[in-house]
């Protein structure tokens, strides 16, 4: 049972357009949401987060959208830069749960971001 | 450098054998989560341990068990190793046990088992 689902396996935009990514979740019980940027050979990094009572967060060119009742969470990137390129996966956790789902991220697939020059 | 390390950082074993992968938390963190990563598939959560004790449990297989140490550094071992145990295994650390603000990961240790 996938319960976060980023269904684009890949994306590709031109250096200093918009990229959108795009993620979908199925637990009503999720209350945090993430993303993570990770390059080849390294650990993925913590980017950008957003709580559920917000419908926005924003962090210099980085912006993640949450749309609770479509249970579908965006991250913008304006504009977007060849170093931007990695894999970008979406997280979810359910901090309000306690017990055994508390500290427990759930993660996507991942979309693999290429920005070219 | 994320400040958690992970050693090593490849491993290549054969079937039916057992290995520990040892991950140090970045200084101060208190909380360390081990993460699996397998060809095509997203992180799946193993485990999380906080000041040492269990707090709480994925799909982790019984083959699979995890400590964390009074010095807060935690070992993964896996034993009767299967092909399909082949992946990337990824430990991270935060200060306290929930997610807010994000963990920080290590660089992971690819274990391939042939």
């Known amino acids: 049972d996938q319960q976060v689902k980023q269904n684009s396996p890949s994306l590709s935009v031109q250096e200093g357009r918009i990229s959108i990514l795009n993620c979908d979740y199925t637990?009503?019980?999720?209350?945090?949401f993430l993303w993570y940027k990770k390059y080849p050979a390294e650990g993925p990094t913590f980017l950008i987060s957003i709580s559920s009572i917000k419908d926005k967060n924003e962090d210099g060119r980085f912006t993640v959208f949450l749309n609770k009742s479509a249970k579908h969470l965006s991250l913008h990137i304006v504009p977007s830069q060849p170093g931007d390129s990695a894999v970008y996966f979406c997280?979810?956790?359910?901090?309000?749960?306690?017990?055994?789902?508390?500290?427990?991220?759930?993660f996507g697939q991942g979309t693999i971001l290429t920005v070219h020059p | 450098d994320s400040g958690v390390t992970q050693t090593p950082k490849h491993l290549i074993t054969a079937t039916g054998q057992r290995v520990t992968l040892r991950c140090s938390p970045r200084?101060?963190?208190?909380?360390v989560y081990w993460y699996q990563q397998s060809l095509d598939q997203g992180l799946q959560f193993l485990i999380q341990?906080?000041?040492?004790?269990?707090?709480a449990k994925g799909n982790i297989l019984e083959r699979f068990s995890a400590q964390q140490f009074p010095d807060l550094h935690s070992e993964l071992n896996l034993s009767s190793l299967e092909l399909g145990d082949s992946a990337l295994y990824f430990c991270?650390?935060?200060?306290?046990?929930?997610?807010?603000?994000?963990?920080?990961f290590g660089s992971g240790t690819r274990l391939t088992v042939v």
């Open positions: 341990y906080y000041n040492g004790e269990e707090r």
């Open positions: 991270a650390s935060s200060v306290e046990m929930g997610t807010v603000g994000g963990y920080t």
């Open positions: 200084s101060g963190d208190l909380s």
């Open positions: 637990n009503s019980m999720f209350d945090y």
């Open positions: 997280a979810a956790s359910a901090n309000s749960a306690g017990g055994t789902s508390y500290g427990k991220l759930t």
